[in-house]
């Protein structure tokens, strides 16, 4: 059974910081690209950064300069250093998993907001 779990959301001042973490099993984490999306009220989910197996990233504009992805192959997690948040970053933040399959994690509210 494929399981993912998000953590480390939660309700931060403008300008601070949050690290969301993603622990995976039942799968092969290694060889998946992991995505973390994000659906904020009244819009679609759209893709925030990327990893795939050889560690390469990539990133939406919005955050470019601000969030950091990397992965742990060891602890089969990945994670989303979010630096300088803005109130436009709130959003519901999902974990994926993506080889020949996608599996998605139940999702982690990030409020920004002074």
């Known amino acids: 059974q494929v399981q993912l779990v998000e953590s480390g959301g939660g309700l931060v001042q403008p300008g601070g910081s949050l690290r969301l973490s993603c622990a995976a099993s039942g799968i092969i984490f290694s060889m998946n690209t992991m995505r973390w999306f994000r659906q904020a009220p009244g819009k679609e989910r759209e893709l925030v950064a990327s990893?795939?197996?050889?560690?390469?990233?990539n990133y939406t504009d919005s955050v470019k300069g601000r969030f950091t992805i990397s992965r742990d192959n060891v602890r089969n997690s990945v994670y989303l250093q979010m630096n300088r948040l803005k109130p436009e970053d709130t959003a519901v933040y999902y974990c994926?998993?993506?080889?020949?399959?996608?599996?998605w994690g139940q999702g982690t509210q990030v409020t920004v907001s002074s």
């Open positions: 994926n998993a993506y080889r020949w399959v996608s599996y």
């Open positions: 990893i795939n197996s050889g560690g390469s990233t």
